[in-house]
């Protein structure tokens, strides 16, 4: 017998008839990977209908969210000096439908729960007859005030300048993980980050609070609340690398959370080797390496596209530890700011391209309809 139910949102399916009643305590393996506990749902129906099936259950103790503001740097954060370009990969242009399909199956981790969706051939068909030219609308939020056009010059030498006005757009939209990373908000109830910040070689990392326009220097560290209840959702194909498939999106629909509401939220808008050479942008995270932390530093700088890696885009902005899954966003014109790419950490000075760069993840078609695919947007 199948019986479904809402929870938080999300449409769940429980398999009954002979399952097993009461859960495995936290840390408990369970041996059989296709028995059916009543606490973990056989399915999850996300918000665009795509069905997940249950693959395995976390102990919370691994990846639960903290409940208070941590303002000192995380031990188990990665200098970006640590972090390692995957330069060898598979070219998505050139993947078959049936290979880009199996590259895009989400792979979900929901009230601590792991699900797994099928090959997305739906989504590999709209990767492959993308234009080039979407963009998903951006939002400035209540009256409040703005930023002048004047920070969107290169300042200086390419030096990281601190936001002392956290809560003017569109700084409020970016968003301190606080297990070490920067990410934004692009939807009402949605937020995007590096996949590596939630993910590694060994499984699920400790799962953060999404804390938007965070400051500790601040008499309100966190003016629009500390966020711990989501669904997370990064490509299966990710295998702990740096910049390929790295991107991850967290979905608060699920939990009546609309933070961005109240903050208002940044385009998407794809880009291609093609088009995203030599744009302006700007990078704003919350580095370790500055004080006050978390705090916002943002710098200017232009992007850098090579055929030889098309799913990467380099920039010049400084950034350092802590800056991971940083939005770097373009300024499309009036209130509107769309991401182009997902900060992943340091190119290196060797091989190509020449040059000391930073890179991360190419808002291309693939990383702009995954994210769309797999999020209330």
């Not at 880009?100 to 989400?106: G, K, S, T, V």
């Not at 939020?141 to 703005?146: E, T």
């Not at 968003?175 to 990373?181: E, K």
């Not at 994210?371 to 209330?376: C, E, G, L, T």
Request: aromatic share 10%; net charge negative; glycine share 12%.
């Amino acid at each position: 017998m199948l019986r479904t139910t809402m929870v938080m949102g999300w449409v769940v399916a429980f398999a009954c008839g002979g399952c097993s009643s009461g859960a495995p305590a936290d840390g408990q393996a369970i041996a059989d990977p296709n028995e059916v506990r009543l606490d973990a749902p056989a399915q999850i129906v996300n918000t665009k209908g795509k069905r997940l099936e249950w693959q395995r259950r976390l102990s919370s103790r691994d990846i639960a969210p903290r409940s208070t503001l941590r303002r000192t740097p995380p031990s188990s954060a990665k200098a970006n000096a640590e972090i390692v370009p995957r330069r060898s990969m598979p070219d998505v242009a050139s993947m078959s439908i049936d290979e880009l399909a199996e590259h895009l199956r989400p792979r979900t981790l929901h009230k601590g729960n792991e699900y797994l969706g099928a090959p997305d051939y739906e989504l590999a068909a709209k990767v492959k007859s993308a234009k080039g030219t979407e963009m998903t609308a951006s939002y400035e939020g209540p009256p409040g005030d703005s930023l002048s056009r004047s920070v969107h010059a290169v300042i200086g030498s390419d030096t990281r300048f601190y936001a002392s006005t956290p809560t003017i757009w569109p700084n409020r939209t970016e968003v301190w993980l606080d297990t070490g990373c920067s990410g934004t908000i692009v939807g009402p109830s949605t937020i995007i980050s590096s996949a590596g910040c939630v993910y590694d070689q060994s499984g699920w990392l400790p799962l953060p609070l999404l804390i938007p326009a965070a400051d500790s220097s601040q008499s309100e560290p966190s003016p629009y609340g500390e966020h711990g209840c989501y669904s997370v959702t990064i490509p299966a194909d990710y295998n702990g690398g740096v910049g390929y498939a790295d991107y991850a999106v967290f979905e608060l629909s699920g939990c009546d959370d609309f933070v961005g509401n109240s903050t208002g939220w940044k385009g998407l808008m794809i880009v291609s080797v093609a088009n995203a050479n030599g744009l302006l942008v700007k990078l704003t995270g919350f580095p370790l390496d500055k004080s006050p932390y978390p705090g916002e530093f943002s710098g200017s700088g232009n992007t850098l596209t090579t055929s030889e890696y098309p799913w990467y885009l380099f920039h010049s902005i400084d950034t350092g530890p802590g800056e991971r899954g940083a939005p770097v966003t373009r300024w499309v014109g009036g209130t509107t700011y769309a991401v182009v790419g997902i900060n992943a950490g340091y190119w290196g000075t060797t091989g190509s391209p020449p040059g000391d760069y930073n890179f991360g993840a190419m808002m291309d078609s693939t990383a702009y309809n995954f994210i769309i695919d797999n999020s209330a947007l």
